[in-house]
């Protein structure tokens, strides 16, 4: 079954497996670290990338190739490597980019760990980094690159400003510097976005998000677009020019259009090490089956939540894109028009002592350090996930200090409404 000629939807149920006769309806776990063959030609074949088969599952395995192959389904890439974490996707995807003496320009909204990791330990490898904020012009965002700027990295939805990345002129910037763009995916998911269609290049996610979407599994996935021309860039030499680790070979010469995802995964994954584990896999592409109907109901849930919370005498702001009242309102109703996502921010009245009185008070909600799953929760961004960041800096990511950040989960809205109304209530007259 070609499952690309089906719809969304229905790519989420069949996308990356089909059973054969008289095998497992369902993608099975295959819970094994080796693979076992009977002559040293077909060994031989796997060390010079010949052979698609399985060495080691630290390079690849049947349950991790399953998720991968839905994953690139559903972005529309032309290949997809599981890492074990999002954090772990994102190291992995710059180093494939970058080397020592490199440069990076990403957004300033992008996720705190994201951020640390771009700036802080980035640096220590001798990769800079230039954050930028996402709404400027084409002319100051060319005018922040350098000779040698290698990437562009912003995220869909940003994590936690809830900006909207405006990809028509992100992707113009990188085509007019020569650099791949790559989008972190991770709160919009493919159900409401596909970067791929607005000019991206690379595609990253938190897969232990909305992807697996039940809080079991962390992972990380990169998705190849495998509509970069990278021998036309010159700019990255690792990819066009000989490997002298595979006698020579030529990652675009041998790989074509997947060649970035087949160097991330013999190089990066080769020599880091960072792999998803087989039942992450599992219950990840079983997290999937659902996407498409989980997506509606967060970006549902989450409207009506914001909605009713702009209307509460108790709350000074609400942020949320899909909100008329949005900055990123009309972005978000041309690249997410189908919902915004199930997270939103909103500041209580009385800033920081009443916001953490609001979150004591809560019943039904959690207080967890995680978004994307079925269960609504809350946190307190600036006292925990950009911790790491200075106020001015928290401030320019669009995170103030009374900002409370919501996933909202799919259980039934009203009684989502009656634990925030009784919650401000209590925070806010006790």
């Not at 094994?32 to 599952?57: C, G, H």
């Not at 000074?316 to 894109?321: F, K, L, S």
């Not at 009385?350 to 004591?360: K, S």
Request: glycine share 8%; hydrophobic share 40%.
């Amino acid at each position: 079954m070609q499952t690309n000629h089906y719809s969304f939807e229905t790519n989420c149920v069949h996308g990356g497996y089909r059973a054969a006769s008289g095998q497992p309806q369902e993608a099975p776990l295959v819970q094994s670290t080796t693979y076992r063959y009977y002559n040293n030609a077909d060994v031989a074949a796997l060390f010079d990338l010949e052979s698609p088969e399985f060495m080691y599952t630290r390079l690849g395995n049947p349950t991790l190739a399953v998720l991968e192959e839905k994953m690139a389904l559903l972005e529309g890439g032309v290949a997809a490597v599981s890492a074990a974490s999002g954090q772990a996707a994102t190291l992995m995807c710059m180093l494939n980019l970058c080397e020592k003496g490199d440069h990076i320009l990403a957004s300033t909204n992008i996720y705190g760990g994201s951020n640390n990791l771009l700036t802080v330990s980035f640096a220590g490898m001798g990769i800079d980094c230039t954050l930028i904020n996402p709404d400027v012009s084409l002319d100051e965002l060319l005018a922040a690159a350098k000779p040698n700027t290698k990437v562009l990295f912003a995220e869909t939805l940003g994590n936690p400003a809830l900006s909207v990345l405006d990809f028509e002129k992100w992707s113009a910037a990188a085509k007019k510097l020569g650099v791949p763009l790559v989008v972190d995916n991770t709160l919009a998911t493919p159900a409401l976005c596909r970067p791929l269609e607005y000019g991206a290049n690379i595609v990253i996610h938190s897969t232990t998000k909305y992807s697996d979407g039940h809080a079991t599994s962390v992972g990380g996935m990169v998705i190849d677009g495998g509509n970069f021309d990278w021998k036309a860039s010159g700019k990255f030499k690792g990819l066009t020019e000989p490997n002298e680790s595979y006698h020579g070979l030529i990652y675009t010469e041998k790989f074509g259009a997947a060649a970035f995802a087949a160097k991330l995964r013999s190089h990066l994954l080769r020599d880091f090490g960072c792999t998803m584990a087989p039942m992450n896999a599992y219950l990840t592409h079983l997290g999937l089956d659902t996407l498409h109907l989980r997506m509606e109901r967060h970006s549902e849930n989450a409207l009506a939540l914001a909605s009713h919370l702009e209307q509460s005498p108790y709350v000074a702001w609400v942020n949320y894109p899909g909100l008329s009242s949005s900055p990123y309102f009309e972005l978000a109703q041309k690249y997410l028009p189908n919902g915004q996502s199930g997270v939103l921010t909103f500041g209580v009245k009385g800033g920081l002592a009443a916001g953490a009185r609001f979150i004591e008070h809560l019943k039904l909600t959690s207080l967890v350090v995680h978004v994307g799953d079925i269960r609504t929760s809350v946190l307190h961004p600036s006292s925990t996930t950009h911790r790491q960041l200075s106020e001015a800096d928290q401030i320019a990511a669009g995170i103030q200090p009374e900002l409370i950040r919501v996933s909202v989960g799919i259980e039934n809205i009203k009684d989502i409404i009656a634990d925030f109304d009784q919650a401000l209530a209590a925070a806010c007259e006790g």
